[in-house]
């Protein structure tokens, strides 16, 4: 079964960081891009980054460039968020997603993990 | 950035009934467009790609069409599984790959 489990989100305050990361499974990791998308309380899905299945290709959204950078192990199937100087803004559920074709990135998510929350408090 | 508006923001209607929401960019971007259905407390869900195209397992009462900066979501007859915030992506060039705001459908 191919699936994505999120984790290191928690409390934290403004200016502080946190590390998410994202283990993965039932498909061939390092074939693939992967992305994080977030979505703040009662609000819609934000992009916040990717990174294709050789980490020679990377991006973010702008509300998160030069405080958040994303990485991969593909020796060991997993996908990471640092994240530095955080705002409140930053509060939202952090899912990690799989791109659709191997050894493309194509931009778009076919499989999604449950999440992982971060909440941005003073 | 490419902006993305979505409409309507929220919309009732009937099981059986024949729903389109639609999703305009501030530039064309051919037809690098996507859309997902989200349920409450649950992860996105890939409907369709590259505007048109039905991601597998999807049922074929969604369909997408459009290209350049109009595009469309079509459910032929609601079910009442259907019932959930639908979000169009883009996908176009490099990123960041923006959502549009999101159409929560409701039940009447």
């Known amino acids: 079964e191919v699936q994505l489990v999120e984790s290191g989100g928690g409390l934290v305050q403004p200016g502080r960081s946190l590390r998410l990361s994202c283990a993965a499974s039932?498909?061939?990791?390092?074939?693939?891009?992967m992305h994080w998308v977030r979505q703040a309380p009662g609000k819609g899905l934000e992009w916040v980054s990717g990174?294709?299945?050789?980490?020679?290709?990377?991006g973010y959204a702008d509300s998160v460039k030069g405080r958040f950078t994303i990485s991969r192990d593909n020796a060991n199937n997993f996908l990471y968020l640092q994240m530095n100087s955080l705002r409140d803004e930053d509060t939202a559920l952090y899912y990690c997603a799989k791109d659709t074709t191997p050894g493309n990135w194509n931009g778009y998510m076919d499989v999604w993990g449950k999440g992982t929350t971060v909440t941005v408090f003073s | 950035d490419i902006q993305m508006t979505q409409s309507p923001s929220s919309l009732s209607a009937s099981v059986g009934d024949r729903v389109t929401i639609t999703c305009r960019t501030s530039q064309s971007i051919n037809n690098y467009l996507n859309w997902y259905q989200q349920k409450p407390g649950k992860a996105p869900k890939l409907l369709i790609y590259?505007?048109?195209s039905l991601q597998s397992g999807v049922p074929s009462r969604f369909s997408g069409s459009g290209s350049g900066t109009e595009f469309t979501l079509t459910i032929s007859s609601l079910h009442p599984e259907d019932f959930a915030t639908y979000y169009c992506q883009q996908s176009y060039s490099t990123p960041p790959y923006t959502f549009g705001q999101g159409t929560k459908l409701e039940i009447k």
């Open positions: 039932g498909f061939t990791f390092g074939d693939y891009a």
């Open positions: 590259a505007a048109s």
């Open positions: 990174i294709s299945w050789n980490s020679g290709g990377i």
